[in-house]
């Protein structure tokens, strides 16, 4: 397999949509065992879901290059979109009483936006990078945080590679992509008390 096939392998397993719909009822199920990976089904359909399907919709319509999004100009439909389900989410799990660790997992991906999609509009920060950067952090928070901390910095290490590997980013994009993922959810977390 040469570099280039790994990187778009990488991309695609990693890819942000991937990484919203599959963490969060992992994140339920560890910390709470089935209902909370209940509750994270329903943070992971609206948060990750809904986004995922208007991008595929773009993409078949013609609209959206890939469900990366690489052209920066038509992230802003689709990003206003997930800006919007993750609202959704977040209003619907702190009215019905979902647990603490997933509020704040939604906040942060909430407060992650708020960051990323205005820089977005005039620089192509990395969502790839952001995402993933993100999820470790949470990931700690349910696992022995030194190994996962440790496994995850690689995973990240290895996405912000691929992003830039394929030339859909800068390794300044990528950067700046995963200290926002960093930061933005280590900041929301740390303001619920989660930890």
Known sequence: MTADQVARRVTDMLAPQVLVIAMPPL???????????????LASALCGGVPATVIALGVRSGRLDSHHIVDRARRTGPLLSAVG????????????????LLVATVT??????????????????SFHAAVSAGTVVVLAHVLPPVPTV??????????????????????????????????????????????
């Open 108 to 125: 942060g991906m909430l407060v992650a936006l708020a960051v990323t999609v205005p820089v977005t509009l005039r620089w192509k920060i």
């Open 150 to 195: 440790l496994a995850g910095g690689a995973v990240v290490g290895l996405v912000c590679w691929a992003r830039v590997r394929l030339a859909h980013h800068t390794a300044a994009q990528v950067g700046a992509g995963a200290l926002v993922g960093v930061a933005s959810t280590w900041v929301t977390l740390a303001a619920f008390g989660v930890g």
């Open 27 to 41: 994140v339920g199920l560890l910390a709470q065992g089935w209902v909370g990976a209940a509750w994270g089904l």
């Open 85 to 100: 389900a993750v609202l959704v989410a977040l209003v619907l799990l702190v009215v019905l009483g979902a647990p603490r």
